[in-house]
T-cell receptor, first 115, second 109 residues
Framework: GAVVSQHPSRVICKSGTSVKIECRSL??????MFWYRQFPKQSLMLMAT?????????EQGVEKDKFLINHASLTLSTLTVTSAHPEDSSFYIC???????????FGPGTRLLVL | RKEVEQDPGPFNVPEGATVAFNCTYS??????FFWYRQDCRKEPKLLMS???SGNEDGRFTAQLNRASQYISLLIRDSKLSDSATYLC??????????FGAGTILRVKS
């Protein structure tokens, strides 16, 4: 299957810091990427849909000014958690797919711990 | 009501056992269906898609009943390596995936 990478794999930061997470599709072009968040013992929750060259679409309850998404190319989307707080500590996972109905491939995830 | 509901388990079974997981979804307009597997502290990995006609991949059989909005996964001859969380996933359209909370499977020797 296709390969999606994320960087960094783990981040520990102080409260108030902004953290940037990169998601790359390594062997295919992804017009759409998705960002999920998973809290312990809970399911993945879709945060936003990232579209190449246009604004991201955020799910209800997700603050667009706090979680900045940029999808500048067909192989890279970034999620920036601005002024992170302890309650933002979570497992952030991106996925990428080539188009409607196509399989989504997940990145390995980024564990964020905000102290 | 949650969009995708699963029995959280855990299901504790001996090696060689057959185990079945169930899942229900609330949106009748859902377009496609999947089972994913997630190991501890890892990303989900696609196990198999689910079709109305039912489909089988080795020891794994998936079934979809659109009328009842019900999806199932059957694992035969369980292996220790099958221990994981199994996620029922529904595509709501526009490639928007909704995940169930997962069912934990523990296979023991």
């Amino acid at each position: 299957g296709a390969v999606v990478s994320q960087h960094p794999s783990r981040v520990i930061c102080k409260s108030g810091t902004s953290v940037k997470i990169e998601c790359r599709s390594l062997d295919f072009q992804a017009t759409t990427m998705f960002w999920y968040r998973q809290f312990p013992k809970q399911s993945l929750m879709l945060m936003a849909t990232s579209n190449e060259g246009s604004k991201a679409t955020y799910e209800q309850g997700v603050e667009k000014d706090k979680f900045l998404i940029n999808h500048a190319s067909l192989t890279l989307s970034t999620l920036t958690v601005t002024s992170a707080h302890p309650e933002d500590s979570s497992f952030y996972i991106c996925s990428a797919g080539g188009g409607e109905g196509e399989t989504q491939y997940f990145g390995p995830g980024t564990r964020l711990l905000v102290l | 009501r949650k969009e995708v509901e699963q029995d959280p388990g855990p299901f504790n079974v001996p090696e060689g056992a057959t185990v079945a997981f169930n899942c229900t979804y609330s949106n009748s307009a859902s377009q496609s269906f999947f089972w994913y597997r997630q190991d501890c502290r890892k990303e989900p990995k696609l196990l198999m898609s689910v079709y109305s006609s039912g489909n089988e991949d080795g020891r794994f059989t998936a079934q979809l009943n659109r009328a009842s909005q019900y999806i199932s996964l059957l694992i035969r001859d369980s292996k220790l390596s099958d221990s994981a969380t199994y996620l029922c996933v529904v595509n709501m359209g526009g490639n928007k995936l909704v995940f169930g909370a997962g069912t934990i499977l523990r296979v023991k020797s």
